[in-house]
């Protein structure tokens, strides 16, 4: 008897089972045990499929020893197969093991056990069949001189288990003709025993099947084989097809010659349909029916190993945008429904073209172009889905537009593989998506090894703050009055280990994106105070202020206050001597609105400015009121000063200078001039009153070491 403790069968439920497999198998036909034997017997094969359907490494492989072990048993009835395949689909899990109802893939484990449970049952009987056939035939054989009792037995044996199989059996000559089949046989493609004596092989089986079963035919006749085995199809005699296990021996004559031949075939129909189901289901997408993403690769790979060097492919990775708002406004029994739309609208627009639309997961599609007219197809294909899924949709009640982005690429066959290809589809529909939406972009090789470079950039971010890679450099402000410097702005660098000092422009964007510019900031401002206070302890009468950058991100930071204060405690730099620069949009922020803690930082005497001054949308009102020392003038202003070339545009970048310099002045605040390059743009711009000016003309930025080299007196602007 099976052991139950510490496993989650339910006892009375398996041997509940058990009894009525039991009380089924004496019901259906002779059985050589007792009922409390066979309800023994079938309680422990109860257990063993319980057993298979928990493993941890499934295997179906139980269900077919079981198969077996049934017809060693001689539980051959035919009847008894079919109760024992529907009760392991509809009752089994519920009764002896209710633990696994409704648990993902308990339903493809019990297919798979009733497959190998009905084909191990199909073979061992096929064999037994087999065995008691060879042994009639030798016997019969063997005997054949020595008692003409002995053959008649032998022939009845046979005659007995060739009447009475489960599986059909049929002979038939070498030319093809139907000799004899059993009456499992006949039944199963719906004739008459005598119809099919009069009938040949050929007119049963399959078009589609012909050519390989004669040329397997051909093989056994000329001694190549001597029994071989198939799955096939045959026609039943209303037309209809019949899927088959097919298993054909060649019987010989004593000198060899091919006598007759001897075919075994079990109806497996059922079994195919299941096989074919779950292969659809495996490899197609639940809710539209496209083909899936598995699917998808084994084609586009199948296409790129199989092509010719010349053969050309391309692939449209599509999109929905803004295909969130619709789950979340309408909710995701409509977001499905659109869905299955929009597959559907994408499949009908190329399906004259024969290019196969994929579902990759979530509101993604792909379309693989194969051959074609090279890129001008694909961007066809990609235009065509575009227009399919911007029609509107009426959905629920309601109608929806929606647009999508498409990622395009397009190359020889011989130049790819489908994970790179895929891959550059990715990053081609983002950059669709990057580029506005409801647009295609094609893949540029260049623009993504440039993206490639970014993303190294950043990803590398953290680690070379915590090498200590960023120096900081130093840019002097000068007066424009009497050409001493009186402030320096930091400017972050990054020594990298392989490409040298990069500039920010390449990496503050991405240091904003990844959140690091905080850290990064503080570093800076750490930095820059420490240095500060160097120059300020040297040179205590040159008062050398320094200016610091201040993100957006930063400023929002609410810790931002306390951060400086502690900056400049630990440096212990004048507050006097620091200012922070902020550009007009973080200054104002999204609602037009003061920063909260611009007046706690201004409380603390660090100087504020505003960068980039007439590039945002600063309102007048509220300037005024906020505790700004400095307005920074936008370098395209000062660049159109020129005075070598007084034209129409340079008098109007001056005349502007000349309002924002009264303006500044007016509120009662300094004014830089940024990117002064010439001699004759700082002559204007000291005409106009301007405060302080930088620029190359006054020197680049250089590290700290050049700061302090110029305030001794080494250096020159």
Not at 145 to 153: F, I, K, P, V
Not at 236 to 245: F, M, Q
Not at 442 to 452: F, N, Q
Not at 492 to 504: K, T, Y
């Amino acid at each position: 008897m099976p052991e139950f403790g510490g496993e989650p069968l339910h006892p009375d439920g398996a041997r509940a089972f058990a009894a009525a497999w039991a009380w089924e198998a004496h019901q259906l036909g002779f059985v050589p045990l007792s009922m409390a034997e066979t309800e023994r017997l079938l309680l422990v094969h109860t257990v063993r499929l319980a057993r298979a359907l928990l493993a941890e490494d499934f295997t179906a492989q139980p269900a077919g020893d079981v198969g077996r072990a049934l017809v060693e048993a001689h539980l051959t009835e035919p009847g008894l197969l079919d109760w024992m395949v529907t009760a392991l689909g509809e009752r089994f899990v519920a009764e002896v093991l209710p633990v696994r109802a409704g648990l993902p893939g308990t339903a493809e484990r019990v297919a798979a056990l009733q497959g190998r449970l009905a084909a191990g049952f199909a073979r061992a009987l096929r064999a037994r069949t087999f065995h008691q056939q060879e042994s009639i035939a030798r016997s019969a054989w063997l005997a054949r001189d020595a008692a003409e009792q002995a053959l008649r037995d032998s022939e009845a044996r046979f005659r007995a288990v060739f009447t009475g199989a489960a599986i059909g059996i049929g002979i038939a000559g070498v030319d093809g003709r139907i000799t004899d089949v059993n009456q499992s046989f006949a039944d199963m493609l719906g004739y008459s025993i005598e119809e099919l004596r009069e009938i040949d092989v050929a007119s049963l089986t399959h078009p589609d099947d012909a050519a390989g079963m004669w040329e397997l035919y051909r093989e056994l006749i000329e001694g190549k084989h001597d029994s071989a085995r198939v799955e096939k199809r045959y026609y039943r005699k209303d037309g209809s097809v019949v899927w088959t296990d097919l298993a054909v021996s060649l019987i010989r004559y004593d000198d060899g010659r091919p006598r007759f031949t001897v075919a075994m075939i079990e109806d497996i129909t059922e079994r195919y349909e299941l096989q074919q189901r779950l292969t659809f289901q495996a490899l197609h997408d639940p809710l539209t029916d496209l083909p899936n993403r598995t699917l998808f690769f084994e084609t586009l790979g199948r296409v790129l190993d199989d092509a010719g060097p010349d053969h050309r492919v391309g692939v449209c990775f599509l999109d929905l945008d803004g295909f969130k708002a619709v789950n979340d406004g309408f909710g995701h029994d409509l977001g499905d429904r659109l869905l299955v739309t929009i597959a559907r609208r994408l499949a009908e627009c190329v399906a004259g073209r024969g290019h196969l639309v994929a579902r990759m997961g979530g509101d993604e599609f792909v379309i693989l172009v194969d051959g074609g007219d090279g890129l001008d197809e694909a961007v066809g294909v990609a235009e065509m889905a575009l227009a399919a899924v911007s029609a509107p949709v009426r959905v629920g009640g309601h109608q929806l537009s929606v647009s999508a982005s498409v990622g395009i690429v397009e190359c020889p066959c011989a130049e790819t593989s489908a994970s790179e290809l895929m891959k550059a589809a990715d990053t081609t529909l983002y950059w669709a998506k990057a580029d506005g939406r409801g647009r295609w972009a094609v893949y540029d090789p260049e623009r993504s090894a440039r993206d490639l470079a970014r993303a190294a950039l950043a990803a590398g971010l953290p680690a070379a703050l915590e090498r200590g890679e960023f120096v900081v450099h130093y840019q002097p402000i000068v007066s424009l009055l009497d050409s001493s410097m009186v402030a320096v702005e930091a400017l972050v660098r990054w020594q990298h280990p392989e490409l040298g000092l990069v500039g920010p422009d390449r990496f503050i964007g991405l240091a904003e994106e990844t959140g690091l510019i905080v850290q990064l900031g503080e570093w800076v401002l750490r930095q820059a105070c420490r240095d500060a206070e160097a120059w300020h302890r040297e040179f205590p009468e040159g008062k050398l202020m320094v200016s610091v950058n201040l993100a957006a991100r930063q400023a929002d930071d609410p810790a931002i206050v306390e951060t400086v204060a502690d900056a400049l405690r630990s440096t212990r730099l004048p507050a006097a001597l620091l200012q922070l620069e902020l550009t007009e949009s973080a200054v104002m922020g999204s609602a037009a609105e003061p920063l909260r803690s611009l007046q706690q930082l201004a409380d603390l005497g660090v100087r504020l400015a505003i960068d980039d001054f007439g590039t945002g949308y600063s309102n007048l009102a509220y300037l005024r009121r906020l505790p700004i020392h400095c307005l920074k003038l936008a370098g395209p202003f000062v660049e159109g000063i020129r005075a070598d070339d007084p034209g129409a545009a340079d008098r109007r970048d001056e005349r502007i200078v000349d309002a924002l310099v009264r303006l500044a002045h007016a509120l009662e605040l300094w004014v830089t001039a940024e990117a002064v390059e010439t001699p004759a743009q700082a002559e204007r711009l000291q005409a106009l009153r301007c405060d302080t000016g930088q620029g190359r003309w006054f020197g680049g930025p250089v590290p700290a070491a050049g700061i302090t080299a110029r305030l001794r007196g080494e250096g020159t602007p």
